[in-house]
C-alpha cells in the first residue's frame, strides 16, 4: 500500500507541474497579445508592455520551481522550453516598443504623431548642441584652398555684431550642386562659448575661410607683380627715378596685395606701372 500510495503521489507531482508550465505558457501568450494592442499613447503601451512581460517572467520562474521535483517528466521539459521561447520573444518585443537614441542630444522636432505608422520620414530631429558646427558651400574655383584645420570666422545675419571663430572640420571629396551653381560642400566647428548672444540650429551668415595667413609680412600691390615664367616673379623697383626690374619671391597672395618673402627691403619703393598723363 505504501508503494502504490507513492507512485499515485508522482503522478499527481507530475500532472501539477505539467498544468502549471501550461499557465506559464499561457500567461507568455497572453502578454504577446497585450503587446499587440494598441494603447491610447506611447508611453501606455511601453507600460503595459513591460508589464506583461514582469508578470509572464515571474510565471515562468515558478513553472522552474514546480518542475524540480519531476525533472525526468520529458512533457514537463518541453512544455517549460516552450514556456522560455514564449518569454524570450515577449521580452524582445517589449523591447521594440521603447525608441532608443543612438546618441545624447536635443530633440529639436517630433515629426510623428500618436498612432501613426512609422516608415522612411524621419520621426524625431536630435542633434548634439553640445559642439556647434555650420555647413558651407564654397565655389568651386576654391577647392584648392580649403582643408581640414583650416581657421573659419563666421558673422551670422541675425548677430551682426559678432564674429565667431572655429575651423574646418570635414571637406566633402566631390562636388555638388548647390545655391545654382557647383560647390565644395565644407563641415566646420566654432566657438560658441563666448560672451554674447548664442547663434541657434538654421542661421545663415558670412563666413571666411582663411587658406593661408602671415604676420609681419611685407606687401606690395597685386599689380606691382609680374610673373616671368611659372614660378619666377619680379617687380620694378625705382632707383634714382627709374624703375629697375628685381627678381622676388611671392607669398601668400589675395586679389589685392601679394606677400614678398625675399628680394625687397621695407622701405623700397615699387611701381605698378607707367600711367600717361595730360
Do not use: W
Not at 503595459?48 to 520529458?74: P, Y
Not at 545624447?104 to 501613426?116: D, K, P, W, Y
Not at 625687397?264 to 598723363?277: K, M, S, W, Y
Request: glycine content about 8%.
Amino acid at each position: 500500500m505504501n508503494s502504490s500510495f507513492c507512485l499515485e503521489n508522482g503522478h499527481v507531482h507530475v500532472q501539477g507541474a505539467q498544468i502549471q508550465v501550461q499557465q506559464a505558457q499561457l500567461s507568455v501568450q497572453q502578454a504577446q497579445d497585450a503587446l499587440e494592442e494598441e494603447a491610447a499613447t506611447i508611453g501606455d503601451q511601453i507600460a503595459v508592455a513591460q508589464r506583461a512581460v514582469t508578470q509572464a517572467e515571474l510565471n515562468l520562474q515558478q513553472a522552474r520551481l514546480n518542475l524540480l521535483s519531476v525533472m525526468d517528466t520529458s512533457q514537463a521539459e518541453l512544455n517549460l522550453r516552450q514556456a522560455e521561447l514564449n518569454f524570450e520573444a515577449a521580452r524582445r518585443r517589449s523591447a521594440d516598443t521603447a525608441i532608443i537614441a543612438p546618441f545624447a542630444g536635443t530633440i529639436l522636432a517630433v515629426s510623428a504623431s500618436v498612432g501613426q505608422t512609422a516608415g522612411t520620414t524621419p520621426l524625431i530631429t536630435l542633434a548634439n548642441l553640445d559642439q556647434a558646427m555650420i555647413e558651407l558651400y564654397l565655389d568651386e574655383s576654391d577647392i584648392a584652398s580649403v582643408a581640414v584645420g583650416n581657421p573659419i570666422s563666421v558673422v551670422f545675419d541675425a548677430l551682426p555684431e559678432q564674429t565667431f571663430t572655429g575651423e574646418v572640420m570635414y571637406v566633402d571629396p566631390q562636388l555638388i550642386v548647390a545655391n545654382n551653381g557647383t560647390t565644395v560642400r565644407t563641415l566646420a566647428s566654432i566657438e560658441t562659448d563666448l560672451i554674447g548672444t548664442q547663434p541657434v540650429v538654421g542661421m545663415n551668415g558670412t563666413v571666411d575661410v582663411i587658406g593661408g595667413q602671415a604676420q609681419n609680412a611685407l606687401l606690395v600691390p597685386i599689380e606691382a607683380v609680374r610673373e616671368l615664367s611659372p614660378g619666377q616673379f619680379a617687380v620694378f623697383v625705382m632707383e634714382n627715378g627709374e624703375p629697375k626690374l628685381t627678381f622676388v619671391e611671392v607669398g601668400l597672395r589675395d586679389f589685392t596685395f601679394a606677400e614678398i618673402t625675399s628680394g625687397l627691403q621695407v622701405g623700397d619703393i615699387v611701381t605698378t606701372g607707367i600711367v600717361e598723363t595730360q
